[in-house]
């Protein structure tokens, strides 16, 4: 059984469903789930993060964005390494999420 990371009451402080992130992103539920089981979502998709962080209340940069992507992909190189799932949050831990408080 995979374990889907679920930051307190939502994904990715974002979301409150899986549902959510399909729709908003514009894509299947297979695509949505898989970020979440990974714990990111793709780069390709930095602008319509940003906005939905922003229209919650949150702040995030290009550069916090940019970092937070850099770590899931240095995390992805240990796993590998470590011959273990990315789902796998309690061997290797997911980096902290880009956003930061509320807006001010």
Partial sequence: MYKLQIMDKRYFELWATIGEIENAYGVNYVTAWSWCRRGE??????????????AQGLRVSAKSLDLWHRQ????RVE???LGIDVSDI???????????????
Avoid: E, N, S, W
């Fill in 41 to 54: 979502i793709p780069r390709a998709y930095d602008l319509l993060t940003t906005k939905f962080a922003r």
């Fill in 72 to 75: 899931h992909k240095q995390r």
């Fill in 79 to 81: 796993c590998r390494k």
């Fill in 90 to 104: 309690d061997a290797v831990p997911m980096p902290d999420l880009p956003f930061k408080g509320a807006a001010k």
